[in-house]
C-alpha cells in the first residue's frame, strides 16, 4: 500500500518531500502488516514513537546508526516541535489514510483508521 501511494503521488507537489519519509518511517515502525491487521494502536504508537524524537533525529540517527525505535528510546533535551508534528508528519499520513481506506477496505483495510485526535503530547 504504501508503495502504491507513493508511486501515484505528485512528486512535484511540496507536500510529497514530507509525504514520502513520513510513509518510509510508518512502514519501518509498524512492519510490512496485511492491511487486515493494521490497527489504531499502530498509527498512535507511530505517532507517539515521533514524540520522542530529538528535532533533527534524521541527523541523529545517521550520526549514531541504529533505528528510529532506539533513538526514540534516548532522552532527549528537546523533541520535536509541535507544528512539525502536525504539519509534517501528521498531514503526511491523513491522505495516505484516506485513500487506503477507499482503495483497501473492501480489502479489509480497517475504515476506522484516522489521524484525528491525534496531538503531540
Not at 8 to 33: H, N, S, W
Not at 47 to 56: E, I, S
Amino acid at each position: 500500500m504504501v508503495s502504491a501511494f507513493l508511486a501515484k503521488a505528485d512528486k512535484t507537489k511540496p507536500m510529497f518531500k514530507k509525504t514520502d519519509p513520513t510513509l518510509r518511517l510508518f512502514l519501518e515502525v509498524i512492519g510490512d502488516k496485511p492491511v487486515n491487521a493494521l490497527r489504531q494502536s499502530d498509527v498512535d504508537g507511530f505517532f507517539a514513537l515521533l514524540c520522542k524524537l530529538p528535532p533533527k533525529w534524521r541527523d541523529e540517527q545517521r550520526k549514531r546508526g541504529g533505528t528510529v525505535s532506539a533513538l526514540a528510546a534516548m532522552t532527549w533535551p528537546k523533541c520535536i516541535a509541535s507544528k512539525t508534528f502536525e504539519d509534517s508528519y501528521v498531514a503526511a499520513l491523513r491522505p495516505f489514510l484516506r485513500d487506503s481506506r477507499r482503495l483497501y477496505g473492501d480489502q479489509g483495510f480497517p475504515l476506522s483508521l484516522t489521524t484525528e485526535g491525534i496531538r503531540k503530547g
